[in-house]
């Protein structure tokens, strides 16, 4: 396991419960498009990738054949796997590994999900790849992450709060490179939306047991930036703020 794999282990190990319970990892609008998307398809095998405390399992379970979790953390997948079992969904099974490493056969799904991973990959360019070799031809895939503004000033105030507030966090990627990685990847983009997200600052520090000395910095730099990224950020004055969701579907 990389020094890398061990931080994001470290990090959501503890954490697993919180977000499980985690209001802006349960709800979003996002979840009805991926419900519709496998609608109709109760034939179809689901990879959950990056899979966290398995939301987007949970939704799509009850509509298809077979849905994996699939996670780094193996604490995360023991949530995932008794919240399964609570719920009655016995077409959800969990398997451990990184994105980067799919133990799965090319072909073997008809969709992949992800939903707030890509930004712990160590290689999104090379998970990507993986996606897409596990995937029917034909098959679809939607990745939905926090977005980069793209320009280097807003950008560098994001990646800086991500990563005082969690250190397994690697980066959030602009749209652009999004679309480039994707393209590379050999994937075909059928189209990509942003959506916005308002962050409560208090939970979302507490949800990852952000040090006292991060949060402050945090807090302190907000304090000292220009109005350009407060405005974009929308930050309020006890820290909470708003950014950029990426919604992108393709297929093989």
């Not at 095998?45 to 953390?73: I, K, Q, T």
């Not at 009655?88 to 939903?115: H, I, K, M, Y």
């Not at 966090?169 to 050999?186: F, I, K, M, P, T």
């Amino acid at each position: 396991m990389s020094d890398h794999e061990q931080v994001v282990q470290r990090q959501f190990g503890e954490q697993a419960d919180a977000y499980l319970n985690s209001v802006v990892h349960a709800q979003g609008s996002e979840f009805a498009l991926l419900q519709a998307a496998v609608a109709g398809r109760s034939d179809a095998r689901v990879l959950d990738l990056g899979c966290g405390a398995g939301h987007v399992s949970f939704h799509v379970a009850p509509l298809v054949a077979e849905v994996v979790a699939y996670d780094l953390s193996a604490q995360m997948l023991e949530v995932v796997a008794q919240a399964a079992v609570a719920r009655e969904l016995s077409n959800l099974r969990t398997v451990q590994g990184a994105a980067e490493c799919l133990p799965f056969a090319d072909g073997e799904f008809d969709f992949v999900f992800s939903r707030y991973s890509a930004h712990h990959w160590s290689d999104l360019g090379l998970a990507l790849r993986e996606a897409r070799r596990v995937l029917k031809p034909g098959g679809v895939a939607a990745f939905i992450d926090v977005m980069s503004p793209g320009t280097p000033l807003l950008d560098t105030h994001l990646q800086t709060v991500e990563v005082l507030r969690d250190s397994s966090h690697v980066r959030d990627y602009s749209c652009v490179e999004w679309l480039r990685q994707v393209g590379e990847a050999g994937l075909q983009v059928r189209s990509h939306t942003r959506q916005r997200l308002h962050i409560d600052f208090r939970s979302w520090v507490e949800r990852m047991r952000t040090p006292a000395v991060f949060c402050s910095a945090i807090l302190a730099l907000q304090a000292a930036v220009g109005a350009e990224v407060r405005e974009y950020f929308e930050v309020a004055s006890d820290g909470s703020f708003s950014f950029d969701v990426l919604v992108l579907w393709a297929e093989r």
